[in-house]
């Protein structure tokens, strides 16, 4: 890519548009396309493309927020653990609003809370080393894409003989939770626009099941305007063909083998197990826990602390919506009782949430 103005360029879309139209002409079954990547919800949403795509074909929103998928009980620990009068919690800013059982991380800010919002997991360790009489946990949220630099964190720590250096993980991998999603009576997906950040790092094989199994078309897609509307173009000619694989229009970034020395990184330092996301349950295997033989960082067994019963908040819709059962305009506290100043779910709150998207920008 030499100019990023190259993928936004309206002619380019309304060519993509066009022929997305005359491929999709003869069919009269609708097309449901499911995004899991928040990046790609908010460039949905930001440029309009749903207005662009004929009446057959549907975009639906899933859990490609890692913020939205982080159940309840992460916030309160995480609250909890801010609490105690030597810990400093570091933290990507998207989770400080989020809003826990009954209170969250912006709340016990203002109530004299050590609470910093970090933009590099390197920066917590930094803090770490800064300040020795602390105790630093960093709040490891996030998909394959990050798990890598949180996994490095760890290695950094390590290396400079931190004991002071925490990560409270909270990571999942993308895979499972297509499955589970792929398997419900309820929702008929034709086909995925799988998530550019995610393989990276992965590669595109962790998606072959879905094609071979579920027989559900798979395109890895970037995200400019013109990347979604080909990545929906190549799903749209699968689909009218009835064919079903994994192509990659993200090709200018995306490798067929991904990134080793981020998977070796992964592997290094995590260790698969079963973890609840918000919506969607406990899915066997789609979470990765610190490794026992870096436990010693792991804040969850190092740093004991009482948590409150977990409750989640009437009458929100964000599991459903995760879920892509329900659209934002769908919940009862969409754009009144739920808004981004004063919000009630996560799905309102992340700047990769599909309630924040829906809001911003009015579709």
Known sequence: MKYQDEFRDRHVVLGLAARIRE???????????????????????????????????????????????????????????????????????????VPGSTSSLQEERARGADIRIVYSPLDAVALAA???????????VGFETTAPAIGGSILAAKKQGLANYFVLAAHKTMPKPMGVLSADPELKIDGYICP????????????????????????????????????????????????????????????????????????????????????????????????????VFDAEKAIPVAVEETR???????????????????????GGACTPESPVGACMVSSEGTCAAAYKYGQ
């Not at 800064?130 to 490891?140: N, Y």
């Open 130 to 140: 800064a300040h020795p009489e602390k105790r630093v946990v960093f709040l490891g």
């Open 196 to 295: 550019a950040h995610v393989s990276t790092i992965t590669g595109p094989e962790i998606y072959r099941f879905l094609a071979e199994e579920f027989h559900i078309p798979c395109v890895i897609t970037g995200f400019e305007p013109a990347d979604v509307m080909q990545g929906v173009e190549m799903l749209v000619r699968q689909v009218v063909a009835g064919e079903s694989r994994v192509e990659t229009q993200y090709s200018r970034v995306v490798r067929p083998e991904g990134n080793r020395k981020a998977q070796e990184v992964i592997r290094e330092i995590f260790t698969p197990c079963d973890v609840p996301w918000r919506g969607i349950g406990v899915i066997p295997g789609s979470g990765l826990r610190i490794a026992d033989a870096y436990a």
């Open 23 to 97: 491929h999709a002409a003869g069919r009269t079954e609708p097309m449901t396309f499911m995004e899991v990547c928040g990046t790609h919800t908010m460039a949905i949403y930001q440029y309009g493309l749903r207005t662009l795509l004929p009446p057959q074909v549907r975009l639906i929103s899933g859990p490609g927020c890692p913020v939205c998928v982080t159940p309840n009980e992460y916030l309160d620990r995480a609250v909890a653990l801010c609490r105690l009068p030597d810990v400093i919690v570091a933290t990507f800013g998207d989770m400080v609003r």
């Open 312 to 334: 989640e908040h009437a009458g929100c819709l964000c599991g459903e919506i995760l879920k892509g059962k329900a659209a934002p305009a769908d919940c009862p506290l969409f």
